[in-house]
């Protein structure tokens, strides 16, 4: 699980949750990626900087297929989809599914 925003260094990743909530990501025009990683300042990123507009944070439904592209898709440096693991209560569980596209 990962629940920090974050940005996956692969090509393309395809996820898919069959139970509980759905991978979160958020709408870059709404986040300042100067936050990320190492400049994280909290762990859930509550009041870093990363989230300009906590409405942009959407939510997979469950069922969905996702691919996000990452920071080593061809001319994508820098800017990969910014996403992360939702929070699971206590007791809850989830059935995630995670595919990376290897080439050489």
Not at 2 to 17: A, K
Not at 43 to 65: C, K, N, R
Request: glycine share 10%; aromatic share 8%.
């Amino acid at each position: 699980m990962c629940p920090r925003f974050h940005i996956d260094r692969v090509g393309i990743r395809m996820l898919c949750t069959y139970r509980g909530p759905g991978t979160e990501w958020l709408d870059d025009r709404y986040a300042d990626r100067t936050f990320l990683g190492s400049n994280a300042l909290t762990e859930m990123y509550t009041g870093s900087g990363l989230i300009l507009d906590q409405a942009a944070i959407h939510s997979a439904p469950t069922f969905a297929v996702v691919l996000l592209k990452g920071s080593l898709w061809q001319g994508n440096a820098g800017k990969g989809v910014i996403h992360r693991s939702p929070q699971i209560e206590d007791g809850s569980s989830r059935v995630l599914v995670a595919m990376d596209a290897i080439w050489n």
